[in-house]
């Protein structure tokens, strides 16, 4: 059973923005990035520790839809077609409680891949040495 009950959930499409209240007060903004990076599915996730796959690229993500999942989580379809995670109500209070170092942890993630937040970036290319 879930310890926190959302009491409202908007999408704000301009700003690309999930505002949660909670029953006990605390009211979160997500970023729509934000929260696709930090998708609760396997594919980014993965099947255990270690085995986290870096979102790169999702500056400009979308929320196209937002489906209940029983009375505790949502399922957001994102517009690069990611579907697959489930959004507990605990998971989305987690995530706005963490909000800040989980966000200056994906960047630094990021960084250290050489990765970017911009749609196409990508890592760069590897650099080819030696003969033809």
């Not at 879930?2 to 605390?26: V, W, Y």
């Not at 696709?36 to 986290?52: C, I, K, N, T």
């Not at 963490?98 to 630094?108: S, V």
Request: net charge negative.
């Amino acid at each position: 059973m879930n310890k926190h009950t959302p009491t409202e959930i908007k999408l704000h499409q301009k700003s690309r923005q999930m505002e949660i209240s909670f029953a006990d007060g605390k009211r979160f903004e997500l970023s729509y990035e934000f929260l696709r990076v930090y998708s609760p599915s396997a594919e980014v996730r993965g099947h255990g520790p270690g085995q986290e796959v870096l979102q790169a690229g999702k500056k400009d993500i979308e929320i196209t839809t937002l489906e209940p999942v029983g009375s505790y989580a949502v399922q957001p379809r994102f517009s690069d077609g990611h579907d697959s995670g489930l959004y507990s109500w605990d998971y989305l209070y987690e995530l706005g409680c963490d909000r800040d170092q989980l966000w200056q942890q994906y960047l630094q993630r990021l960084q250290a891949a050489g990765a970017s937040r911009e749609p196409g970036a990508g890592p760069p290319a590897p650099v080819k040495s030696g003969c033809h």
